[in-house]
């Protein structure tokens, strides 16, 4: 190598350069010195700013305590209980505003009605509504009772007219009003002329017990249906001669 010349090598080696200097001596052997740099200079240096804050990161999270199983055991079942108390505390306000006996607070305290008495007014109101299903359904069955007879009734009406409708035209083998009145008339003529023999008119007490026993003896159905009988049998041979 000549006097008074130096040379530099530059090496390569994973993106760093590797520097190497020779300076002349007298006894013309060379001294080396190596130094390394960053071939991409200052981002060089944002990469180790980087590496470290990431450090730091780490080092924040692990100053905190991992959480145990039991922890986390713990940490779950608390919050299963608190959802199954709000779950509880909902049902009783929905139980609570559905019985009308529950809408009003506490007369006495005037607070908000206990859970206790939501219970009870719920239970209840749940038995008068037991009974008023059952009294409906009583009353239910009396109306179905009494559409039943209505349809009997109605059919035996039907029945009535269609027998009415197969009858002889109207005014043929009709009685007339004046027949009538002669029967009536002659019912009235022997039970007069009974009443007139055996009834006595001295006084009010013995007109009374004249009367009554006129009545049980004249006035029996048997004997006004004999009556009867005998003035039919006559009036009827009257008409057909």
């Given at each position: 190598?000549?006097?008074g010349?130096?040379?530099?090598?530059?090496?390569?080696?994973?993106?760093?350069?590797?520097?190497?200097?020779?300076?002349p001596?007298?006894t013309?052997?060379?001294?080396?010195?190596f130094?390394?740099?960053s071939s991409?200079?200052?981002?060089?240096?944002?990469c180790?700013?980087?590496?470290?804050?990431a450090?730091?990161?780490d080092d924040e999270?692990?100053?905190?305590?991992?959480?145990?199983y039991?922890d986390?055991?713990?940490?779950a079942?608390?919050?299963a209980?608190?959802k199954r108390?709000d779950?509880i505390?909902r049902g009783?306000d929905?139980?609570?505003s559905?019985?009308?006996?529950?809408h009003?607070?506490?007369?006495?305290?005037?607070q908000?009605?206990?859970?206790?008495?939501v219970l009870q007014?719920?239970?209840?109101?749940?038995?008068?509504?037991?009974?008023?299903?059952?009294?409906q359904?009583d009353?239910?069955d009396?109306?179905?009772?009494e559409?039943m007879?209505?349809?009997?009734m109605?059919a035996?009406?039907?029945?009535?007219?269609?027998?009415h409708?197969n009858?002889?035209?109207?005014?043929?083998n009709?009685?007339?009003?004046?027949?009538?009145?002669?029967v009536?008339?002659?019912?009235?003529d022997?039970?007069f002329?009974?009443?007139?023999?055996?009834?006595s008119?001295?006084?009010?007490a013995e007109?009374s017990?004249?009367v009554?026993?006129?009545l049980?003896?004249y006035?029996?159905?048997?004997?006004?249906?004999e009556?009867v009988?005998?003035?039919?049998?006559?009036?009827?041979?009257?008409?057909?001669?």
């Amino acid at each position: 190598m000549a006097e008074g010349y130096s040379e530099a090598f530059e090496v390569l080696e994973g993106g760093s350069e590797l520097k190497l200097e020779t300076s002349p001596t007298p006894t013309n052997s060379g001294r080396f010195s190596f130094s390394r740099t960053s071939s991409t200079g200052s981002n060089a240096a944002g990469c180790a700013s980087s590496t470290s804050s990431a450090q730091n990161t780490d080092d924040e999270d692990s100053d905190k305590p991992a959480m145990s199983y039991k922890d986390k055991r713990r940490e779950a079942h608390t919050v299963a209980e608190q959802k199954r108390r709000d779950n509880i505390k909902r049902g009783y306000d929905e139980l609570q505003s559905i019985v009308p006996t529950c809408h009003q607070s506490d007369g006495l305290s005037g607070q908000k009605m206990s859970k206790a008495n939501v219970l009870q007014r719920s239970i209840e109101y749940m038995q008068y509504l037991v009974k008023q299903k059952s009294k409906q359904e009583d009353d239910l069955d009396s109306l179905r009772k009494e559409v039943m007879a209505l349809k009997i009734m109605k059919a035996n009406y039907e029945h009535i007219v269609k027998t009415h409708q197969n009858t002889p035209v109207h005014g043929q083998n009709q009685v007339p009003d004046e027949v009538k009145f002669q029967v009536f008339q002659q019912v009235m003529d022997t039970l007069f002329q009974s009443f007139n023999a055996n009834i006595s008119v001295a006084n009010f007490a013995e007109l009374s017990a004249c009367v009554f026993s006129w009545l049980e003896e004249y006035c029996k159905p048997k004997s006004l249906q004999e009556v009867v009988l005998g003035i039919l049998r006559q009036l009827n041979t009257t008409l057909n001669h």
